[in-house]
């Protein structure tokens, strides 16, 4: 069995930030890839960044030099470092990990509204 916790979201400014945490932990090999997803209301969920075990990363348009994906693999915790957030960044961030098989976190909502 294997969990996924995150944590770090909440309400911020347009212009703010805010730090996303997911811990995996339970029976889980290796984890080859760690991603953040996000789904906003009426929308489909789509792919913020992804990380892999060696440090590759990749950020959907909407977000990159804004964003920052980063992991420790000897905590198999994953972060997302939100910057210059806009309102159209509101949605629910899903962690998102790949090892054997693939697991999803429960979501953590981010609102990004004055």
């Known amino acids: 069995q294997v969990q996924l916790v995150e944590s770090g979201g909440g309400l911020v400014q347009p212009g703010g930030s805010l730090r996303l945490a997911c811990a995996a932990s339970?029976?889980?090999?290796?984890?080859?890839?760690m991603a953040w997803y996000r789904q906003a209301p009426g929308k489909q969920r789509e792919l913020v960044a992804g990380?892999?075990?060696?440090?590759?990363?990749n950020y959907a348009d909407s977000v990159k030099g804004r964003f920052t994906i980063s992991r420790d693999n000897a905590k198999n915790t994953v972060y997302l470092q939100m910057n210059s957030l806009k309102p159209e960044d509101t949605a629910v961030y899903y962690c998102?990990?790949?090892?054997?098989?693939?697991?999803w976190g429960k979501g953590t909502l981010v609102t990004v509204s004055s």
């Open positions: 998102n990990v790949v090892s054997n098989m693939q697991y």
């Open positions: 339970g029976s889980i090999f290796r984890i080859n890839v």
């Open positions: 990380i892999t075990f060696g440090g590759s990363t």
